[in-house]
């Protein structure tokens, strides 16, 4: 399985999925810095990930189509959306997001959007996945009581946002649907 951490930064995420078995993660980060920091770090512990410097919204010239089973963003995309022209660059990340991503694949996106600011970047027509969404409460002191007490105030969930790439249905020969009528 090939896994990919959008937007790493120096996030623990893919030693500690690395330790669970995932050994071919990859991650990628816009800082050149952080990439070299992170490459050193990593070189002894765990020769088999991969960190390299690539832009979210350009992931098409970083990576093949249809190169990760698996992509997971935690707050990328959020961060593109506090940006310069966020819902076009918003939009380029998920393109390239979408494409990257193999048949079948799975886009875990952790969020601090709740659906009606999210949705619209994940519900397009050109992409043909099967959307879950999750809230989890925030880890902080009070947890136990956010929780206890049913709180539904958004401001205390992270939203994750769980996208299944789905298979175009395959077009039937016209051959073989006669060949198998007789």
Known sequence: MRVLDLGAGNSGLCAAMYHDGYKFM???DLSPIICAQMKESWAASYPSMVYQQGDAM??????EPKSFNCIIDKGT?????????????AELAMDGIYKTLMNRGIFICVSYGTED?????????????????????????NTSEIVIAENEDDQNFHWVY????????????????EEEEN
């Open 26 to 28: 990859e991650a990628v």
């Open 58 to 63: 350009a992931l098409q010239t970083t990576f």
């Open 77 to 89: 995309i959020d961060a593109i959306l506090c940006g310069y022209d966020s819902s076009p660059n």
């Open 117 to 141: 600011m999210r949705m619209e970047y994940l519900e397009k027509p050109e992409f043909d996945w099967k959307i879950s969404v999750y809230r989890v409460a925030k880890k902080t002191i």
């Open 162 to 177: 769980v996208c299944k790439k789905q298979v175009p249905d395959e077009v039937e020969e016209p051959e073989q649907a």
